[in-house]
T-cell receptor, first 114, second 113 residues
Framework: KAGVTQTPRYLIKTRGQQVTLSCSPI?????VSWYQQTPGQGLQFLFE???????NKGNFPGRFSGRQFSNSRSEMNVSTLELGDSALYLC?????????????FGNGTRLTVT | DAKTTQPNSMESNEEEPVHLPCNHS???????IHWYRQLPSQGPEYVIH???SNVNNRMASLAIAEDRKSSTLILHRATLRDAAVYYC??????????????FGQGTILTVHP
């Protein structure tokens, strides 16, 4: 069974631009969640989607948004990029139906904002 | 939000048991305790999770205090491949915070040959 796939693996953008990151969950998984990882702040929860609906959100500004498609694939968008948005963005999928089914993480997209 | 506290780092020798502690004094009744580990340049990997009772799987054991304010991840025989950052995470399973995760800073485990 293929794992969680995130594309692209690396991305370089300039301040003010916007970026879209993609996540393909494990087949059969209906929940997708996103996280930001930085050396200073560690792992921080961004949001979680289940069956195309956002069911929880972390404490990030509105520049960070996401969506989930009917095939459970998810995208995350960051608009008006700032230098502080440079981070590793991780996506995780889970069955979702069982409330505490384990999360399966992808290897992330490394975003650098210059 | 319920927080977790872990030691910044721990060291162990290969083939010896490792006990990784985590404090979560503000845990709620609907928070599950999850452990994940992360190797360099990889996403976190699920290790184990539990609610109230101790749990065992092929990777590790999870010991949960009776008052649930702390827990310990036990690696029975550390190998060099166990060297990673270990995260203790509270995962809410009820109310409006369903699915919201709270991360600790993680413990860097070094395993010596």
């Amino acid at each position: 069974k293929a794992g969680v796939t995130q594309t692209p693996r690396y991305l370089i953008k300039t301040r003010g631009q916007q970026v879209t990151l993609s996540c393909s969950p494990i087949s059969g998984h209906r929940s997708v969640s996103w996280y930001q990882q930085t050396p200073g702040q560690g792992l921080q929860f961004l949001f979680e989607y289940f069956s195309e609906t956002q069911r929880n959100k972390g404490n990030f500004p509105g520049r960070f948004s996401g969506r989930q498609f009917s095939n459970s694939r998810s995208e995350m968008n960051v608009s008006t990029l700032e230098l502080g948005d440079s981070a590793l963005y991780l996506c995780a999928s889970s069955l979702g139906g069982r409330k505490n089914s384990p999360l399966h993480f992808g290897n992330g997209t490394r975003l650098t904002v210059t | 939000d319920a927080k977790t506290t872990q030691p910044n780092s721990m060291e162990s020798n290969e083939e010896e048991p490792v006990h990784l502690p985590c404090n979560h004094s503000t845990i709620s009744g609907t928070d599950y305790i999850h452990w994940y580990r992360q190797l360099p340049s990889q996403g976190p990997e699920y290790v184990i999770h539990g609610l109230t009772s101790n749990v065992n799987n092929r990777m590790a054991s999870l010991a949960i205090a009776e008052d649930r304010k702390s827990s310990t991840l036990i690696l029975h025989r550390a190998t060099l491949r166990d060297a990673a950052v270990y995260y203790c995470i509270l995962r809410n399973a009820g109310g409006t915070s369903y699915g919201k995760l709270t991360f600790g800073q993680g413990t860097i485990l070094t395993v010596h040959p």
